[in-house]
């Protein structure tokens, strides 16, 4: 991100400010179209992450932050800031001790954006610039911590960057595992976060969200739900992006043997009902499924479930998805 100190930087201010307005017209609203418009194609978990190569314990990831055409709802399109053209974008998969080498390609012909890792101990001020229109940017980090942590742009205003889309998961493996790493069948991961009125700043600011959604729609886990059978202990890696509201994940019909808090090993609850998660909080949760059914995973804050806050974990004797329709909750 960038910092202005003083006066003689503030017609760059201006410059940067007036490119978001232009994006953040309040006289857009969220675009409702032709289902046949867009693609069908739904996403039930994020995209696989970018790493573009590993050499020991150097991983090299590049990703480009664009203007995307994103499906909330069906027949709902949001004109997104995204990374790599998802919200929520790639889940970014490493391992304890790595170093993270960067690269942020900045495909939006308006507008400066940059990355903010929460997994790394960074100097903001070198480590999370700005990268400019048509531009590229390369940053190294070590990871020392681990856990589910959030990445979004840090961008000024940081506020409408998250709220157009660009947030993501990074999970830094432990080194040595979670001491449940022989117990678990099946993991899964999850990003709640909030669709406003688009582009619409004092929305943002003010407002109450239009949808509050799972991995980035309000469909995608409970048309195609997560999939275990009778017996499985599942993991679910989770995250709050927010960027305004808190989440109280619940699973409706069983209990969390094990909750990490923020995904570190060393932050383990057991027999937890509910978990809560501030915006850009993160877990890993853990439970056993012990009779076939539709299990519904929500935020207990119902109101964000009537706006689109829920999956459905499906168990079936076999594992496998026998069609229906998923319970409702």
Not at 71 to 82: F, H, Q, R
């Amino acid at each position: 991100m960038s910092f202005w100190l003083n006066l003689s930087k503030l017609s760059l201010v201006l410059t940067i400010f007036t490119a978001v307005l232009s994006h953040c017209s309040s006289s857009e609203s969220i675009k409702p179209v032709q289902h046949s418009e867009v693609s069908t194609e739904s996403i039930s978990q994020p995209p696989v992450d970018p790493i573009i190569r590993r050499e020991g314990t150097t991983v090299f990831i590049e990703m480009t932050s664009q203007v995307t055409d994103i499906e909330i709802s069906k027949g709902v399109i949001y004109n997104a800031w995204t990374f790599n053209g998802t919200v929520p974008g790639p889940v970014l998969r490493v391992t304890e001790g790595d170093t993270l080498v960067f690269t942020l390609k900045n495909k939006d012909a308006k507008m400066n954006h940059s990355m903010d890792f929460h997994a790394v101990h960074a100097a903001p001020s070198s480590k999370f610039i700005d990268v400019m229109p048509g531009e590229e940017g390369t940053f190294t980090y070590s990871t020392s911590s681990p856990g589910v942590f959030m990445y979004h742009c840090g961008t000024k205003p940081v506020l409408a960057h998250i709220a157009n889309g660009m947030y993501g998961m990074i999970i830094v493996e432990p080194k040595a595992g979670y001491p449940s790493d022989h117990l678990v069948d099946r993991e899964y991961t999850l990003v709640q976060s909030e669709w406003y009125k688009e582009h619409d700043y004092d929305a943002f600011l003010n407002g109450e969200p239009d949808y509050v959604v799972f991995n980035g729609n309000d469909y995608g886990l409970t048309q195609h739900p997560l999939l275990a059978k009778v017996g499985d202990t599942v993991r679910i890696y989770v995250s709050n992006a927010g960027p305004n509201e808190v989440s109280s994940f619940h699973i409706v019909g069983t209990i969390m043997d094990r909750v990490y808090t923020d995904g570190n090993p060393r932050n383990m609850q057991y027999g937890i009902q509910t978990v809560m998660l501030p915006a850009s909080g993160g877990a890993v949760v853990e439970f056993t499924v012990t009779e076939e059914g539709d299990y519904p995973i929500v935020t207990h804050q119902f109101n964000h479930v009537a706006k689109g806050a829920s999956a459905v974990l499906r168990v079936t004797k076999d594992g496998t998805d026998h069609g229906g329709p998923a319970m409702s909750h």
